[in-house]
Structure formats: C-alpha cells, structure tokens
C-alpha cells in the first residue's frame, strides 16, 4: 500500500467541526482512500471512503484534493465519543484481499 | 445485518500453553476473513487472511497458526504461547476484493501471556 502522513494527535472541542489532514503524496490512480477509528479498547470501526470525489455519510465527510495527494476527513460536530484513532489507509486493487495497512493514525482528544 | 463475534474477551495464559481464538461471523456468506494483532501502543499488524474454506495466506511467520474449517469461522491457535504473543487479536470480515470494500472489525480478545 502507498504511504500516508497523518499528525501524531490533534485536540478539538465539543460539538465544534475537526478537520483531520491526511498526505498521500505516492498515490496512485486507482488507490482508494479509506478511513477508519479506533475507540479506546474496541476494533477499529470503518468511516468513509473515496476515490475522486468528496463523500458523505451518516459519520463524515472526506475531501479529497484535486491532485489527490491528500485528503481531510471532517467531523462536524464532534461529540466526546468521537475521541479516538484516526488511520488514513490507501488501498490498492492490484493487490487482493483487502489488505489492510495501519500506520500510527492520529490520537483525537475532545474537550468537553 | 452482519455481525462478527470473537471469544474469548480477556484471556490470561501461561507461556507454553496452547491457545485458540474463535471468530464466527453471521449474515454473510464467502467472506474474507482476518486476523490482526494489535501489541501494547502500536499499530495493527495483519496476520492471517482467508478467502474461502481451508484456505490461509499467511502475512508474518510466527508460533501461530489460523484455520477455517467452515464459511463463516475462523480459528487461530498456537501450540505453545511465548511471552511476545500478548496483545490484543482482532478477527475482521470483508465482503470482497475489491479496493472500495470495507472490513469489519470484532470486538478483539485481550491476551495476556505470563
């Protein structure tokens, strides 16, 4: 899988948006992006993914730059249980399986 | 819907011991299935992958070992624990191969190995 670049952490307030940055500067064309957290002590939980085109559903939104060297994953309005790990994970056809490639994500502090 | 379940929830095993992790998961047919391994503050690390009965793929060699003796079980098993085995064992399914396919994840067992 192609690399991403997520920060180590990030802190936000309740009920306030959280922009999660995401570089994947070595995608290529047919990479799928995908998003996934992890609540404290629990399996990681799938959010979103895209390939092209920004995405919405019932838990987010991903934005994906033109270029599609990166893309943020929004909350809009984080609540304390949003508080977890974040990964940006690439996903590449060619290789089968569904593969997945967890690097160390990015830790998410909510406020109250 | 589909749902997957892992038991043990916590497991406390002496080094040496033989182990056996059991995922089952229901409302789905031919899935993929996973196993991961999570170690104290760090990543996730795939182990074991299945697509289809009696077939594993093997992703890190170690004392362990997965099965799939039905469409919707899968079973790691070591014959002899060691101390770096504890960690936390996630089993997930996927409903494809396709890049665009999510996975989803079990609620993990928790392993200690004294």
């Known amino acids: 899988d192609a690399k991403t670049t997520q920060p180590n952490s990030m802190e936000s307030n309740e009920e306030e948006p959280v922009h999660l940055p995401c570089n994947h500067s070595t995608i290529s064309g047919t990479d799928y992006i995908h998003w996934y957290r992890q609540l404290p002590s629990q399996g990681p939980e799938y959010v979103i993914h895209?390939?092209?085109s920004n995405v919405n559903n019932r838990m987010a939104s991903l934005a994906i730059a033109e270029d599609r060297k990166s893309s943020t994953l929004i909350l809009h309005r984080a609540t304390l249980r949003d508080a977890a790990v974040y990964y940006c994970?690439?996903?590449?056809?060619?290789?089968?399986?569904?593969?997945?490639?967890f690097g160390q994500g990015t830790r998410l502090t909510i406020n109250p | 819907s589909q749902t997957i379940h892992q038991w043990p929830a916590t497991l406390v095993q002496p080094v040496g011991s033989p182990l056996s992790l059991e995922c089952t998961v229901e409302g789905t047919s031919n899935p993929n299935l996973y196993w991961y391994r999570q170690a104290a503050g760090r990543g996730l690390q795939l182990l074991f992958y299945s697509v289809g009965i009696g077939q594993i793929s093997s992703e890190v060699p170690q004392n362990l070992s997965a099965s799939r003796p039905q469409d919707r079980q899968f079973i790691l098993s070591s014959k002899k624990l060691l101390l770096s085995d504890s960690g936390f064992y996630l089993c997930a399914w996927g409903p494809g191969l396709a890049a665009y396919n999510e996975q989803f994840f079990g609620p993990g067992t928790r392993l200690t190995v004294l």
């Open positions: 994970i690439l996903r590449t056809p060619s290789q089968g399986a569904q593969k997945l490639v």
């Open positions: 895209g390939l092209t």
